[in-house]
Nanobody, 112 residues
Framework: QVRLVESGGGLVQAGGSLKLSCAVSGFSSRIYYVDWYRQTPGKERELVASIINGDRTDYLDSVKGRFTISGGSAKNTWYLQMNNLKPEDTAVYYC??????WGQGTQVTVSS
């Protein structure tokens, strides 16, 4: 049974940092593509960061220089390091590896 668990969210003041984790278990194939999305109430999910084959990365313009995606299929665990957080980063964050269903997400709340 494939299981995806996101963790690491929480409440932080503006300028603070959080590190989100995404752990996949029970999936036998190698995972090459992993995205992190975020969603706020009433809005569509927004692609925040992507990592391909553990090294190529891409970011939403508004998070470039503040967020770092990392991880790989060796441990089937991926991370999103978020620094200098802003109130507009407040959202539920989701990890989305290719061919794996959405998880429950993890709430990130940034206070001003």
């Amino acid at each position: 049974q494939v299981r995806l668990v996101e963790s690491g969210g929480g409440l932080v003041q503006a300028g603070g940092s959080l590190k989100l984790s995404c752990a996949v278990s029970g999936f036998s194939s190698r995972i090459y593509y992993v995205d992190w999305y975020r969603q706020t109430p009433g809005k569509e999910r927004e692609l925040v960061a992507s990592i391909i084959n553990g090294d190529r990365t891409d970011y939403l313009d508004s998070v470039k220089g503040r967020f770092t995606i990392s991880g790989g299929s060796a441990k089937n665990t991926w991370y999103l390091q978020m620094n200098n957080l802003k109130p507009e980063d407040t959202a539920v964050y989701y990890c989305k590896p290719t061919r794996i269903n959405w998880g429950q997400g993890t709430q990130v709340t940034v206070s001003s």
